[in-house]
T-cell receptor, first 115, second 111 residues
Framework: DSGVTQTPKHLITATGQRVTLRCSPR?????VYWYQQSLDQGLQFLIQ???????AKGNILERFSAQQFPDLHSELNLSSLELGDSALYFC??????????????FGSGTQLSVL | AQRVTQPEKLLSVFKGAPVELKCNYS??????LFWYVQYSRQRLQLLLR??SRESIKGFTADLNKGETSFHLKKPFAQEEDSAMYYC?????????????FGKGTRLSVIA
C-alpha cells in the first residue's frame, strides 16, 4: 500500500455528465499529481499541485479542473464528459515539489467509464 | 519538449533469457530518468532511478546521453518479472516539471 487513496475505484456515467474524483496523498506529502491512463496514449500528465497551489499543467482539457484543499487532498473535476474520457485516472503524491530524484507514490486509480 | 519513447508495446521472453526494455528520450538538457513498474493488480511503483545507479530485483539501467537512451536490462528473466514497465523523464530543475511517461512495455516471461 503506497498510502495514496483514491475514491471511487470505479465510476460509470453518461456523456454530458460531470464527475469528481478524489485523492488523499500520503501523510506529509505536499505534492499531488494527476495522470490519465488510456490504452493508446499511455500515462498522460494532467496537472500538479503543491501545498494548495497549481505547479504545473500538462495535457488537461478545459472541461477538466482540479484543486488541492487545505488538508492537502485533491479533487479532479471532469465535466461535459465524452466517450473518449473513459480512462484510468491516477493520482500520485510526493513530499517535494518536483525536485531532483523525486519519487512518486501512486494510488490505485479510478476507472472512469463514460457510456 | 520532453518526450519518452518505448518502442515495444509487448515483449515476450522465456524464463532465464536476458531482457532489455528499450527507452529513448528527447530532452535538450540533463534529464532525470526513472523506471516504474506495475505488477498485475498492484499500483504503479518506482523500480529504479538513474541517479542512484542501483540494481533492483536484478534490473539495471544505464543512461546513455549520446544515444539518449535509458534501457532497462536484466540478465535472467523470472516469471515474477511479468508486468507493465514505464520509462519516465523529468527535465529541468526548476521544481515545476512533472514526470513524463512513455506508453509502457508489457513484459511477459514465459515458463
Amino acid at each position: 500500500d503506497s498510502g495514496v487513496t483514491q475514491t471511487p475505484k470505479h465510476l460509470i456515467t453518461a456523456t454530458g455528465q460531470r464527475v469528481t474524483l478524489r485523492c488523499s496523498p500520503r501523510s506529509g506529502d505536499l505534492s499531488v499529481y494527476w495522470y490519465q491512463q488510456s490504452l493508446d496514449q499511455g500515462l498522460q500528465f494532467l496537472i500538479q499541485y503543491y501545498n494548495g497551489e497549481e505547479r504545473a499543467k500538462g495535457n488537461i482539457l478545459e472541461r477538466f479542473s482540479a484543486q488541492q484543499f487545505p488538508d492537502l487532498h485533491s479533487e479532479l473535476n471532469l465535466s461535459s464528459l465524452e466517450l473518449g474520457d473513459s480512462a484510468l485516472y491516477f493520482c500520485a503524491s510526493s513530499a517535494a515539489r518536483g525536485t531532483v530524484n523525486e519519487k512518486l507514490f501512486f494510488g490505485s486509480g479510478t476507472q472512469l467509464s463514460v457510456l | 519538449a520532453q518526450r519518452v519513447t518505448q518502442p515495444e508495446k509487448l515483449l515476450s521472453v522465456f524464463k532465464g533469457a536476458p531482457v532489455e526494455l528499450k527507452c529513448n528520450y528527447s530532452y535538450s538538457g540533463s534529464p532525470e530518468l526513472f523506471w516504474y513498474v506495475q505488477y498485475s493488480r498492484q499500483r504503479l511503483q518506482l523500480l529504479l532511478r538513474h541517479i542512484s545507479r542501483e540494481s533492483i530485483k536484478g534490473f539495471t539501467a544505464d543512461l546513455n546521453k549520446g544515444e539518449t537512451s535509458f534501457h532497462l536490462k536484466k540478465p535472467f528473466a523470472q516469471e515474477e518479472d511479468s508486468a507493465m514497465y514505464y520509462c519516465a523523464l523529468r527535465g529541468g530543475n526548476s521544481g515545476n516539471t512533472p514526470l513524463v511517461f512513455g506508453k509502457g512495455t508489457r513484459l511477459s516471461v514465459i515458463a
